[in-house]
């Protein structure tokens, strides 16, 4: 079992920068890949970023080049830098976990989530 929590999240305007957190507990964490997922108003959860196990990465294209995905397996957590912002991140970022080597882009293949942490961009 994996609990995950959140935090970071904030107000921020365009062209700023966040850092986002996720703390898991369990001591096979580091055999986990981990995933941000991000969900809108009125818009259905999104895939943001992930990261093996191995410390492989994948983005989704629309913040390629503007988020970073680590993870730090001696502390447990999993961290997005976000930098230059957009309005359009406005959503509420989730962290999810799942055992094995592979990340899937469906949240539905992600067995343990955090409860969000809310990211504001002001234009």
């Known amino acids: 079992q994996v609990q995950l929590v959140e935090s970071g999240g904030g107000l921020v305007q365009a062209g700023g920068s966040l850092r986002l957190s996720c703390a898991a507990s369990g001591r096979t964490f580091s055999t986990y890949a981990v995933a941000w997922f991000r969900q809108a108003p009125t818009k259905e959860r999104e895939f943001v970023a992930a990261?093996?196990?191995?410390?492989?990465?994948y983005y989704v294209d629309s913040v390629k080049g503007r988020f970073t995905i680590s993870r730090d397996n001696a502390k447990n957590t999993v961290a997005l830098q976000m930098n230059s912002l957009k309005p359009e991140d406005t959503a509420v970022y989730y962290c999810?976990?799942?055992?094995?080597?592979?990340?899937?882009?469906?949240?539905?293949?992600?067995?343990?989530w955090g409860q969000g942490t809310r990211v504001t961009v002001s234009s």
């Open positions: 999810a976990a799942r055992p094995g080597g592979a990340y899937p882009p469906t949240d539905r293949e992600w067995n343990y």
């Open positions: 990261i093996s196990r191995n410390a492989l990465t």
